[in-house]
């Protein structure tokens, strides 16, 4: 089946690292994404990682893609306050077109 | 800003009613995607079109119909709507249909049913 998977809610200090995790079940994904939706506003879309990568660095974000254990991490390091908001990890899915599944989301808080 | 572009921002109607949401894509995207964000639901995908043409199929309910326009807009239309169909509605496009390009998204139609 096609689904993804998220822990719900993150709480970490500003300057502290975060990382959110996240698993998928199809392992004919192509693409795996992170996107970031702030209150009242659209998903926008933060790093993305190709399927034959390991790792992608992108300024504060580490990408870490486990293919073996369908395992999808994001790092965002010295987290900030204007990091709180809901992450949401995504899988591109071949069907002929492109399916993408979105998990639930995991929120999270940067205390001062 | 995403480049996507959709209208209206706020709809609300009522149950048994019909409505049209409308989407411009980033200029020179080929692909449009609808999503459907709820509370309960999360955000589903419901279906996407590439360059005119019906790619890929989500959960999209019989009473929901899309379709994409040679000038690559789209309209996401919603029938004999129900209280259970006030969501967010997204629509996102990328730059082809094959190969899972990264999605762009825009901010959404708040649709709120009575």
């Known amino acids: 089946g096609e689904d993804v998977e998220q822990s719900l809610f993150l709480s970490v200090r500003e300057g502290d690292s975060s990382v959110i995790n996240c698993t998928y079940t199809?392992?004919?994904?192509?693409?795996l994404y992170w996107y970031k939706q702030e209150p009242g506003a659209g998903l926008q879309l933060l790093t993305y990682i190709f399927s034959n990568m390991d790792m992608k660095q992108d300024q504060r974000l580490t990408v870490l893609l486990n293919k073996k254990d369908k395992h999808l991490s994001l790092r965002i390091a010295d987290t900030q306050t204007g990091d709180s908001a809901i992450y949401f990890c995504?899988?591109?899915?071949?069907?002929?077109?492109?399916?993408?599944?979105f998990g639930a989301g995991t929120r999270l808080f940067v205390k001062a | 800003d995403s480049g996507v572009t959709q209208t209206p921002k706020h709809l609300i109607t009522a149950t048994g009613q019909r409505v049209t949401l409308r989407c411009s894509p980033r200029s020179g995207d080929l692909s449009v995607y609808w999503y459907q964000q709820s509370l309960d639901q999360g955000l589903q995908f419901l279906i996407q079109?590439?360059?005119?043409?019906?790619?890929a199929k989500g959960n999209i309910l019989e009473r929901f119909s899309a379709q994409q326009f040679p000038d690559l807009h789209s309209e996401l239309n919603l029938s004999s709507l129900e209280l259970g169909d006030s969501a967010l509605y997204f629509c996102?496009?990328?730059?082809?249909?094959?190969?899972?390009?990264?999605?762009?998204f825009g901010d959404g139609t708040r649709l709120s049913i009575l």
């Open positions: 995504a899988e591109s899915i071949n069907t002929g077109g492109f399916k993408t599944i």
């Open positions: 199809d392992s004919s994904s192509t693409y």
């Open positions: 996102a496009s990328s730059v082809g249909g094959i190969g899972g390009q990264p999605q762009h």
């Open positions: 079109y590439y360059n005119g043409e019906e790619r």
